[in-house]
C-alpha cells in the first residue's frame, strides 16, 4: 500500500494552486478529494495565531460541496482562547457555517482568493455569525505564495 504524500509547504501549496486551472484543481480533487482535504485541515492548528486569537472562542463549521455523492464533506474547527483543535464531521453547535465548492475552498485556503470575494459573489455562503465570521481570516497566518516564474 503506497504511503500518502507529505503535505506541501504552505508556499508551495499556494504556488501550485495560483498557477493551477480551475480543471486542473477540479481534476486534482476528483483522484485525491480525501488526502487534500485532510492535509488543509489538518495543517489548521500549526497556522492558528495564538496571540490574534487568544480572546476568541468559537466553532467554524466548514461545509465542503461537490462530493461524487453529491454530498459535502463537513470539519469543525474550535478555536478556544488561542488554541484550535478540528474534527471530521463534528457534533459541536457551530457559531459560524461556511459553504463553499471545493476548488473555491482551496484557493481559499491557500490565499488565492478572497473570503470577502467570494462570499458577494456567491461562491461562499455564511450562516450564523457575520461579524466573528469577518475576524476569523485575522486569527490564521496566511502563506505568501512567491512570485510566479513565468516571465
Same mark, same amino acid.
Given at each position: 500500500?503506497?504511503?500518502?504524500?507529505?503535505?506541501?509547504?504552505?508556499?508551495?501549496? !499556494?504556488?501550485?494552486? #495560483?498557477? !493551477?486551472?480551475? !480543471?486542473?484543481?477540479?481534476?486534482?480533487? #476528483?483522484?485525491?478529494?480525501?488526502? %487534500?482535504?485532510?492535509? %488543509?485541515?489538518?495543517?489548521?492548528?500549526? =497556522?492558528?495565531?495564538?496571540? @490574534? @486569537?487568544?480572546? !476568541?472562542?468559537?466553532?467554524?463549521? /466548514?461545509?465542503?460541496?461537490? #462530493?461524487?455523492?453529491?454530498? =459535502?464533506?463537513?470539519?469543525?474547527?474550535? %478555536? +478556544?482562547? &488561542?488554541?484550535?483543535?478540528?474534527?471530521? +464531521?463534528?457534533?459541536?453547535?457551530?457559531?459560524?457555517?461556511?459553504? %463553499? &465548492?471545493?476548488?473555491?475552498?482551496?484557493?481559499?485556503?491557500?490565499?488565492?482568493?478572497?473570503?470577502?470575494?467570494?462570499?458577494?459573489? &456567491?461562491?461562499?455562503?455564511?450562516? &450564523? +455569525?457575520?461579524?466573528?465570521?469577518?475576524?476569523?481570516?485575522? /486569527?490564521?497566518?496566511?502563506?505568501?505564495?512567491?512570485?510566479?516564474?513565468?516571465?
Amino acid at each position: 500500500m503506497d504511503e500518502p504524500s507529505p503535505p506541501l509547504e504552505p508556499a508551495a501549496f !499556494a504556488a501550485l494552486v #495560483r498557477d !493551477a486551472s480551475d !480543471a486542473q484543481l477540479a481534476e486534482g480533487l #476528483r483522484t485525491n478529494r480525501e488526502t %487534500i482535504l485532510q492535509q %488543509i485541515f489538518d495543517a489548521m492548528p500549526e =497556522h492558528l495565531d495564538p496571540e @490574534s @486569537s487568544s480572546q !476568541a472562542e468559537a466553532v467554524l463549521e /466548514w461545509r465542503i460541496s461537490g #462530493r461524487e455523492d453529491g454530498g =459535502h464533506d463537513r470539519y469543525q474547527v474550535r %478555536i +478556544d482562547r &488561542g488554541t484550535c483543535e478540528v474534527t471530521r +464531521d463534528g457534533d459541536e453547535q457551530a457559531t459560524v457555517v461556511y459553504t %463553499i &465548492g471545493p476548488v473555491e475552498f482551496m484557493r481559499l485556503m491557500s490565499g488565492n482568493a478572497s473570503g470577502p470575494e467570494l462570499f458577494m459573489t &456567491g461562491r461562499l455562503t455564511i450562516e &450564523g +455569525d457575520l461579524m466573528l465570521a469577518a475576524m476569523v481570516q485575522s /486569527w490564521f497566518q496566511q502563506p505568501d505564495p512567491p512570485a510566479s516564474s513565468g516571465a
